[in-house]
T-cell receptor
Framework: EAQVTQNPRYLITVTGKKLTVTCSQN?????MSWYRQDPGLGLRQIYY???????DKGDVPEGYKVSRKEKRNFPLILESPSPNQTSLYFC???????????FGQGTRLTVV | DAKTTQPPSMDCAEGRAANLPCNHS???????VYWYRQIHSQGPQYIIH???NNETNEMASLIITEDRKSSTLILPHATLRDTAVYYC????????????FGKGTLLTVNP
């Protein structure tokens, strides 16, 4: 089944403890990206990648890192999480320009 | 990418057609209209997209006005499971892949 898989689905962590949210897609898509969703602010793009080893900042990249070492995986790294990164995170992929995007089921992160 | 305007909320009776409007008066010639929906904090789900012709798939129909300044998403027979926030997005072919989600329309399907 074609899908975007995020792990974990839920995570509670403490301020400053590095964490990684994984994202994997099985559709051989070139484009992948990360979004965060907050009440009243909607979905905002954090980082995106147009292919292996090609990444760029979205609208809200501060405090996040990403890597794209292989086509299927696009992990989101929080080196030193802070409470303002408490949010619902979504990974998405799409095969190319002008095509539909597939979203993962989300990761609800709480930083205390 | 052009900005879109949608009503914040709409209601629809189960089994009836739901017609969700979207204004995109600044759309340019190479920009597509996309519709996604999000059911209660799940990942957004693609519904349909079009450039200038009307489109139909197994989920919905998309009607784009001749001047392309507005469009309507039609769910022909709404069910309770169609209750969701619906997002209308305008995206250029040469875009950097960023989907800019506005506030969308909360469609509530009532029994």
């Amino acid at each position: 089944e074609a899908q975007v898989t995020q792990n974990p689905r839920y995570l509670i962590t403490v301020t400053g403890k590095k964490l990684t949210v994984t994202c994997s897609q099985n559709m051989n898509h070139e484009y992948m990206s990360w979004y965060r969703q907050d009440p009243g602010l909607g979905l905002r793009q954090i980082y995106y990648s147009m292919n292996v080893e090609v990444t760029d900042k979205g609208d809200v990249p501060e405090g996040y890192k990403v890597s794209r070492k292989e086509k299927r995986n696009f992990p989101l790294i929080l080196e030193s999480p802070s409470p303002n990164q408490t949010s619902l995170y979504f990974c998405a992929s799409r095969p190319g320009q002008g095509t539909e995007a597939f979203f993962g089921q989300g990761t609800r992160l709480t930083v205390v | 990418d052009a900005k879109t305007t949608q009503p914040p909320s709409m209601d629809c009776a189960e089994g009836r057609a739901a017609n969700l409007p979207c204004n995109h008066s600044t759309i340019s010639g190479n920009e597509y209209v996309y519709w996604y929906r999000q059911i209660h904090s799940q990942g957004p789900q693609y519904i349909i997209h079009g450039l200038k012709n009307n489109e139909t798939n197994e989920m919905a129909s998309l009607i784009i006005t001749e001047d392309r300044k507005s469009s309507t998403l039609i769910l022909p027979h709404a069910t309770l499971r169609d209750t969701a926030v619906y997002y209308c997005i305008v995206l250029g072919w040469g875009s950097n892949y960023k989907l800019t989600f506005g506030k969308g329309t909360l469609l509530t399907v009532n029994p």
